[in-house]
């Protein structure tokens, strides 16, 4: 299986947003397994050096290229891009992770009572930020005629859900965006698929001070695998909308009366 | 040559409609994951081949027993009911179930209007991809409920999110299909018994056959990209699923996300 191939991704060079924590910093770890160049961008200095030296700790990886910027800047997104041509020539992979579940040190709350400065910072970071980020790499995959991104969006981009309407709103956006992205791209040889996780045990939660994680919520490396399988998949094929999410089984003590038959 | 241990070691797996195409391919893969393979199809000679196949890529230490071939109709009861005894007389339990079994029209028949549909041509369809996946799945389900311990892969199809003009009861019988297993899988989750569909685009295998003339090949995929991802649901680890998921061929069907509820 091609998942399995050590070297699948040697001598390609992929970006990862949000790339020093949760998700991000998982699938730079998996990339990296598998001989990418991996670029991690990130707003937290200190969070990209820990990344940097986890990947150091891999045997066979490639020295990776960290950059604190900022997704939802424009120019810093143009220095990304500019950056890592100048130092690896070529941009294979882009995954988009970088996101924030409410405003920093807000709760769940009804939409009645969101202020316009919490709306503002949930679509700047989630929606405006995928537009940029995705922009940026662009132009290199065009004139490449090759390139693959994944955005990550959220099961809240498929359903809406109550007390968390700014981020449903910006994960449905995701899905809109990736999804016309990918049929305008595709004549170019850039593939564009999108993972819509369930809650996953990151530091996106930590935003929210007391609120913690469901207790369900999955390691970040189940999310960087599938993100593995999807960019080593064969180009003559894609994957539609990948949802991952908890599988509830509880182990019953007794068999119950539905097992007698 | 060392070979590096299978991922599917000491289970026992089911496929229906396992003599050909996406069924074959699963056949091939879950034997080189080292499963135990129970083929069910309808057509004698291709069981023996495939059986044949099998054996030669069966682990011997890891997977001691051989393929078992069952010439059964999956539109029937009593041949689904026997398809179970038989695999739990041989292997003892029942692991996984992959149900591929499907036809895409009438044999011999063209893509047809509804007006002009003979009910005997309905019947003959929805039997098959809808009954049979009903007939399949419910044999299995005591067992697996039992073990507390399963996994079923229904083989859907894009056709069962969009629906195909002059193609009505194949996309009626896969909207079913996709119907039948988010409902199944919920009721099966507490019961460690995960349940997933998997709805792939245009595939190169003879259910095209039936209605000359072929489709070109570049608009295919090759039916062993759908076993491999078979294979991704089928060892994802237990604390999560990945739900539907859909394949197509990338250059020439990017809406697969299209209708997706």
């Known amino acids: 299986m091609n998942f399995s191939d050590q070297q699948a991704l040697a001598g390609q060079v992929a970006i990862v947003t949000g790339g020093a924590s949760g998700i991000g910093r998982a699938t730079c770890l998996s990339l990296a397994r598998l001989g990418a160049a991996v670029v991690i961008i990130d707003l937290k200095a200190q969070w990209l050096a820990e990344t940097a030296r986890e990947i150091a700790g891999v045997p066979g990886a490639l020295e990776p290229l960290t950059m604190a910027k900022d997704i939802r800047n424009e120019t810093d997104m143009g220095d990304l891009a500019r950056l890592t041509l100048e130092k690896f020539g070529r941009i294979d992979i882009l995954v988009h992770s970088a996101g924030i579940l409410r405003g920093k040190g807000s709760g769940p709350k009804m939409m009645a009572d969101v202020d316009l400065e919490e709306w503002e910072e949930v679509i700047t970071t989630n929606l405006k930020g995928t537009f940029l980020c995705n922009r940026a790499v662009l132009p290199a995959m065009v004139k490449q005629r090759r390139g693959q991104i994944i955005n990550i969006s959220s099961t809240s981009g498929l359903k809406g859900r109550a007390l968390d309407s700014v981020y449903c709103a910006s994960k449905f956006g995701v899905m809109g965006l990736t999804q016309a992205l990918a049929e305008e791209v595709r004549p170019y040889g850039i593939r564009v698929q999108l993972v819509a996780p369930d809650a996953i045990d990151t530091p996106m939660w930590d935003q929210n001070g007391p609120i913690r994680p469901p207790g369900d919520s999955l390691p970040p490396a189940r999310v960087a695998d599938l993100i593995a399988y999807m960019v080593t998949l064969p180009l003559d094929a894609i994957l539609g909308d990948v949802v991952i999410a908890p599988f509830r089984f509880r182990r019953r003590k007794k068999p119950d009366a539905a097992d007698k038959a | ?261």
């Open chain 2, 1 to 261: 040559m060392n070979r590096p241990p299978g991922k599917l070691e000491g289970q026992v797996a089911i496929v229906t409609g396992g003599t050909s195409g996406i069924g074959r391919q699963a056949c091939l893969a879950l034997a080189r994951e080292g499963a135990a393979v129970v083929i069910v199809g309808r057509n004698r000679a291709r069981l023996t081949a495939v059986a044949a196949e099998v054996e030669s890529l069966r682990p011997a230490r890891a997977c001691p027993r051989g393929p078992l071939g069952l010439s059964l109709d999956v539109s029937r009861e009593e041949d689904m009911a026997a398809m179970a005894k038989e695999t739990l007389q041989r292997f003892g339990r029942i692991d996984i179930l992959v149900a591929s079994a499907g036809i895409l029209r009438g044999a011999g028949s063209r893509p047809t209007r509804l007006l002009d549909l003979t009910s005997q041509e309905w019947d003959g369809i929805v039997d098959t991809n809808l009954k049979g996946v009903f007939l399949s799945n419910r044999a299995v389900l005591q067992t697996m409920r039992a073990q507390r311990s399963g996994r079923i892969i229904n083989i859907a199809s894009l056709s069962g999110r969009r629906a195909v003009p002059f193609d009505t009861p194949y996309s009626a019988s896969k909207f079913g299909v996709v119907g039948l297993t988010q409902a199944l899988a919920r009721e099966m989750e507490p019961y460690g018994v995960r349940v997933q569909a998997l709805l792939p685009g245009n595939t190169d295998t003879p259910i095209w056959s039936q209605n000359e003339p072929l489709p070109p090949a570049s608009q295919t995929i090759p039916a062993g990209r759908v076993a491999d991802l078979l294979v991704l649901m089928l060892t994802w680890p237990f604390d999560s699923t990945l739900g539907e998921l859909a394949i197509a061929p990338w250059r020439t069907q990017a809406r697969l996300n299209y209708g997706r509820g």
